[in-house]
């Protein structure tokens, strides 16, 4: 299995121009992000990866450039393989093209990427938030992003946080 | 036995307005099915046949607001949901309550964080609080229950 | 004074069409409280008569927030957030991450682990079957089925409450193994609940599976053809009704699952109904496993002994004085984790479940993503209600099998 793999990545590496990185008996393969479309296609068509397993991002602030890595996970069912790609995305308009004509299942996960890091996806049908409310200002995911994290009412502080607490009226007459 | 030996010759029971009024509001208090996440399935076991739920009246779990008492607040409440809960309840008519079913519809519960309301009772005003992560069956109807007396306890210059 | 506020279509306008906002077809708007839509899930729909012309989903109704919270918590602590996601299977959600972990870090588990882990992941795959099977049915108004399908899913819940001391939460498996060894009462707990299963899930085939109103309803609708389930990244019985043997259990082996002898069900009708007879079988063949594993169980250690990464037992902490270090380091820093990316699956019972664990060399996760199986199946909705009416669209989404927790995440 792993043979067929190497011979992938080699090819891969050799079409786009990228490198490999090898962890926990892995190789996984970072990919440039303006041929992510191609190489999606290539992956899909010729190597038969007909699956997207998964698609996400990792945000890697306060370094700029690149400030995010896309990962991409593509699983071939006929052949038993699966691979991993990995495309840097720089801080500073943060794009990258959409594989959603290859693999349907990429609109609500890039919609989902989105969402939480703010990065953009060129030629996506229907760009637009899917987890927060429509109208959040922010993207929670990225690390600059407060956790949101609330005191916690104890005994020796429960007065204190009681009077700031908004506890809600009953709405009737008031 | 009881209630015929207390009604006398002339078939008539005497009692304050209070009790009767009470009495009939603990014994068939239907709850709106409410169920958000994983509070949602202890709360259907409880209406199974195992921990049985309509001993205590609750019967039926009516999907409309329009039709029900009790709203079991089942779940984490999300930011995005805090105004559907906020709707539901100003939907439902007088008298209603509120069971805050878990630790997350109590207090957040093991989410703090930019997501997750931490309490329900920013949102809607609460009468029970039940512990738990999710609270066992038995502990849901022991919610119930002490519900069921708070409302027996209620005065008449207090009601809706 | 309750304000009243003006409905808008929150931004899903351009996704509507124009005969909708002309008032020809009518736009419906299946609300999150709703008691067939399995949790809080809002489809939009475009209604020409009874026949749904398109369903939009609108999801985040239960988004927590679980994958950016991970990062504030040690390893150890986070997997209690990890239950909480897909709620009809926590255990399976412990070993998706256990073993993430375990892979991250380069740990061994011992085979008495690996075996409980498997009788515990297949109780919870009959458990989760088990509320599918009453819930969808009861939206097709079979309601003595629910009664049924939750008095066995108590027994279950009785084992794992035997075991860990919590129904539903267990958080029983942990790095390195699990949490302690089973009782002495397990293993005739377990062996009498097989015993009787079976004849359970003839009893509730028998009143669904030849019964002509529930062939009326499922047989026919919501079709997806093989190629498009693979291509909408479909996992789970929902595509193996359509044909296509994937199943993460066969296809890339977890926790000695190669040594068990079970087969994957498949049916190739790709409708309602096939996907109602894969996950019938699927119960069968997890009683399978159980039977096979229970079996074989073999003696020995269920905790890992790398005290670097996996606490000692309590009983060495009071004689050794490098159990008490160890745990004292794991208590109050944790463990670090060699820096790099890995990704690891297991098959839940919706499809398949994977972590991306990345690590920076600290002790807490730098990022941690959830694959989970119900938000690719959700997608595939609009594609599949096409031109049914919306007594079909009930079947359908409980077909599919979707847990909210799962998709928000």
Redesign the interface.
Known sequence: MSENLTEIIENLVGKFGGQT?E??G?T?VILPAEKITVAARVIHDEFGF?????L?A??YWPQEDPRFHM?Y?F?S?PR?L?L?VRVPVPAVEASVPTIETV???A???ER?VFDLFGIKFEGHS?L???????DWEGH??RKD??????E??FSFNFDEIDVR???????RGE | MGLEQKLGNMGVVTARLEDLVNWSRTNAMWPMLFGLACCAIEMMSAQAANYDMSRFGMELMRPSPRQSDLMIVAGRVSRKMAPVVRRLYDQMPDPKWVIAMGDCASCGGVFNNYAIVQGVDEVVPVDVYVAGCPPRPEALIHGVVTLHEKVRREKMKDWA | MAQIEEVTLDGMTHLVSDRALQGETMLLNMGPQHPSTHGVLRLLLELDGETVLNAIPDIGFLHTGVEKNMEAKTYQKAEVMSDRLDYMNPVGNNLAYCLAVEKLVGLDVPVRAQALRVILAELQRIASHLVWLGTSALDLAAMSNFMYCFREREMILDILELVSGQRMMTTYIRPGGIWRDVPVEFEAAVRDFIKIIPGRIDEYESLLSKNPLFIDRTAGIGKISAEDAVNWGLTGGTLRGSGVNYDVRKFAPYSGYEQYDFEVPLRTEGDVRARYFVRIEEMRQSIRIIQQAMDKLPMGPVRSNNYKFVPPPRSEIGTSMEALIHHFKLWTEGFDAPKGAIYSAVESPRGELGVYLESDGGPKPFRVHFRTPSFDNLQVLPVLTKGFLVADLVAIIGSIDIVLGDIDR
Do not use: C
Not at chain 1, 128 to 134: A, S, T, V
């Open positions: 990185i962890f926990a892995e996984s007909d699956l997207l397993s998964a996400t990792v945000d990962v996970r699983t069912i038993h699966m991993t693999y349907h299942n609109n609500w996960k989902e229907d637009r938030r899917i987890l927060m409310p429509h929670p995911l992003y407060p956790l949101g994290y609330e916690p009412q607490k908004p506890y809600a009226k009953n709405g």
